[in-house]
């Protein structure tokens, strides 16, 4: 498989505390990370709170500072947040907020823009009667599929899924990524499956990367992560997840 993404040797800090006399300390949360995320692939990244996860999908969209380097080998990726009430603007209706990308991107006309977003919205479920709404009359399983419509609006190769399905319910989850599955063959997708979920893990992931406090300490494939781990980190979170 091609690869979609290349992380290598990557190196994020943050400055911790400080003052108008002193800069504070200076703390690493990133150590050498080096991934490759190939075309078609879900690749699953797992590790407890501030192991780092989340800083990495941050440097992969840009969005922090980092050392080493990314190379991208398609647009620029997508994020889906865990808290889609929160992602969405509240003021617009759904069809606006899937257009939003579009009017930015500033390429297609308004009828075009429209026609654009209520085919996704239907790829994802959400059909006309609820093109007018608003997020607060969704429920978080529908708005999830808002928030997944506008991240493939502009056609990305590679999604970032934070913590994706964490705040729905089991049943809820599990339409949510049979949802992704398809998406990912209808689109020729690739994503990066960020979550503490073990379970989800295992449900829809080709691949899998350990990482604890910025250090990724185990990789393999999802069998081989669940069925014979190697790492004592590794052993530990599928215990817990017991």
């Not at 879900?42 to 990495?56: A, I, N, Y």
């Not at 239907?122 to 991240?151: M, T, Y």
Request: a neutral charge; proline letters at 5%; glycine letters at 8%.
């Amino acid at each position: 498989m091609e690869p979609i993404l290349e992380i290598k040797h990557l190196n994020s800090f943050y400055r911790q505390g400080g003052n108008a006399f002193s800069k504070g300390k200076t703390v690493q949360v990133l150590k050498d990370v080096s991934v490759t995320i190939h075309q078609g692939e879900v690749l699953g990244l797992v590790g407890e709170s501030g192991s780092g996860k989340s800083t990495l999908a941050k440097s992969i969209l840009g969005m922090t500072e980092y050392q080493g380097t990314i190379t991208h080998h398609s647009r620029r990726p997508q994020m889906v947040f865990q808290d889609p009430y929160s992602s969405l603007n509240p003021a617009f209706t759904i069809r606006r907020i899937v257009e939003e990308p579009l009017r930015i991107y500033g390429k297609y006309s308004p009828q075009e823009r429209r026609r654009r977003a209520e085919e996704m919205l239907e790829s994802v479920g959400l059909g006309p009667e609820f093109h007018d709404r608003k997020p607060a009359q969704l429920s978080g399983g529908q708005r999830q599929r808002v928030s997944i419509a506008a991240a493939l609006i502009l056609k990305p190769k590679l999604v970032i899924l934070d913590e994706a399905v964490s705040a729905l319910d089991v049943t809820i989850q599990d339409q949510i990524l049979d949802l992704l599955m398809e998406l990912r063959e209808t689109y020729d997708l690739s994503y990066l499956f960020i979550s503490h979920d073990l379970n989800v893990i295992y449900q829809c992931c080709d691949r899998v990367i350990v990482m604890q406090k910025g250090v990724i300490v185990e990789e393999n494939t999802v069998d081989g992560i669940f069925d014979q781990p190697v790492h004592p980190y590794t052993k530990q979170l599928l215990k817990a997840a017991e």
